[in-house]
């Protein structure tokens, strides 16, 4: 999947796979947007009109003048500003209008100020102008139409402009390394990748909480709610299990199963209780046995809510022991209840195959999205060393975008080949 071409649907995946990374980078651009407009407020500005009268003088040195550093030195002492006249000189514009008519334009953070730098900065001009010091001579000039009602972007359009500016750059950039994390991740979702792993097909899978305390673990022990479809799966699991269980009959034992997770798939410890729960919700006599495997970085809660149900009494028809057995014990199955439930957890990196594997029935425990292809390989092959067999496999909270069934090609094929092999037989053992 990490090597599908990106389309809508591929991004939609995406997205919805790192949406707190996007979600992130979003609302840190709206941020930044926001910031910024409020940092740099938008500019107001207005104009002041000025009249040189007849005989008409040379209109662009005229312009130049207005907008020289004399004047507007003038002006800022007028103003009392502190502003540098190298900042003034950026806001201050002189256009000519007709022959004889300046514009002298100001720009400010505020209607107020813009007006009157501009109507200073046309008073400074006509004293300029009209005194003994003027490069051109004494000019007559007044003030035709003075600076009022500067305009300009509100301070609220800036703010919607520059925070879904940064909305739409925070989305773009979280996209893009939601994309390339999405292409270096090699862990597997969807149920034909998990399948093809290891050559087993996926029996099942279902929603599943994993509680964070030992309280939690307690409330799952006692209330085991699933809604009609989860229950139907849970069910199909149980009796599919059972049926592959050697020791159902004839050992004086009820039957037994084991449901083995992967260390780093935190949310796959949860199966095995989970089906144990159920089956006692069922009425069935059932003991989930607690592996030895399931340290305190896995499970060490599930161990502690066992241990303290199993001190509150014994076990009832409608109840679930729960059972903490040595590292040495090689039988893990209890005979005085009708189903054994074994959970299990595995290190690939150091593994420790627990010494009842060969007895039951095994069924492997996968969350979507936690473990990688070769994870998954390395614990079928310990399973395999230690004379065990994978029966099939659960996958914990599947990934929504996953249509796929599970069987992966890799167990689809043989089947039909098996089947095709079955009805050939049968018909020349007929022709015989």
């Known amino acids: 999947m990490n090597h599908q071409p990106l389309n809508l649907r591929r991004s939609a995946q995406i997205v919805r796979r790192y949406k707190v990374l996007v979600g992130t980078a979003v609302l840190l651009g709206a941020l930044g947007g926001i910031g910024y407009s409020v940092?740099?407020?938008?500019?107001?500005?207005?104009?002041?009109?000025v009249i040189i009268p007849a005989p008409k003088p040379n209109i662009a040195t005229q312009e130049t003048i207005a907008g020289s550093?004399?004047?507007?030195?003038?002006?800022?002492?007028k103003l009392g500003s502190p502003m540098s006249i190298e900042t003034f000189l950026t806001r201050v514009s002189v256009s000519e209008v007709t022959p004889n008519v300046l514009s002298i334009s100001t720009q400010d953070k505020s209607a107020s100020l813009a007006e009157e730098?501009?109507?200073?900065?046309?008073a400074s001009y006509i004293s300029y102008i009209g005194g003994a010091n003027s490069p051109v001579g004494t000019?007559?000039?007044?003030?035709?139409?003075?600076?009022?009602?500067?305009?300009?972007t509100s301070a609220q359009s800036q703010l919607l402009l520059y925070g879904g500016g940064g909305v739409l750059v925070g989305a773009l950039i979280g996209f893009l390394v939601a994309v390339r994390r999405s292409?270096?991740?090699r862990r597997l979702r969807a149920r034909d990748e998990i399948a093809n792993a290891v050559g087993v097909p996926v029996i099942a899978s279902l929603p599943v909480d994993c509680p964070i305390d030992a309280a939690g673990w307690g409330r799952l022990f006692d209330n085991h709610e699933a809604g009609s479809v989860n229950s139907w799966r849970l069910r199909a699991v149980l009796d599919r299990l059972r049926m592959a269980d050697p020791a159902t009959e004839g050992s004086g034992g009820g039957s037994a199963i084991m449901v083995l997770s992967i260390s780093a798939d935190r949310k796959a410890v949860a199966i095995g209780p989970r089906l144990a729960a159920f089956a006692a919700s069922l009425g069935t006599r059932t003991a989930l046995v607690i592996g030895p495997q399931l340290g305190e970085d896995s499970a060490g809660d599930l161990r502690a809510a066992g241990v303290a149900r199993r001190a509150s009494g014994p076990l009832r028809p409608d109840q679930?022991?729960?059972?903490?057995?040595?590292?040495a014990d090689t039988?893990?199955?209890?005979?005085?209840?009708?189903?054994t439930v074994v959970?299990?957890?595995?290190?690939?990196?150091a593994p420790l195959v627990p010494a009842a594997l060969r007895a039951v029935p095994l069924v492997l425990g996968v969350s979507a999205g936690a473990v990688t292809a070769e994870q998954l390989a390395r614990t079928a092959s310990a399973v395999t060393e230690a004379g065990g067999r994978i029966a099939g496999i659960v996958v914990a909270d599947p990934d929504p975008d996953d249509s796929t069934s599970g069987r992966g090609q890799d167990q689809a094929r043989p089947r039909q080949r098996d089947a095709a092999t079955r009805v050939n037989g049968a018909a020349m053992e007929t022709r015989r």
Not at 69 to 74: A, E, G, K, M, Q
Not at 343 to 349: H, I, R, T
Request: hydrophobic residues 50%; proline residues 7%; negative net charge.
């Open 183 to 185: 292409r270096a991740d």
């Open 320 to 327: 679930l022991l729960v059972v903490t057995p040595n590292e």
């Open 39 to 49: 940092t740099s407020p938008p500019m107001l500005t207005t104009q002041a009109l």
């Open 69 to 77: 550093t004399p004047v507007l030195s003038l002006a800022l002492a």
């Open 139 to 152: 000019v007559a000039a007044r003030v035709f139409v003075p600076a009022t009602n500067a305009t300009g």
């Open 331 to 339: 039988d893990w199955r209890q005979r005085h209840a009708a189903l």
């Open 117 to 122: 730098e501009a109507n200073d900065v046309a």
């Open 343 to 349: 959970a299990a957890v595995l290190d690939v990196s």
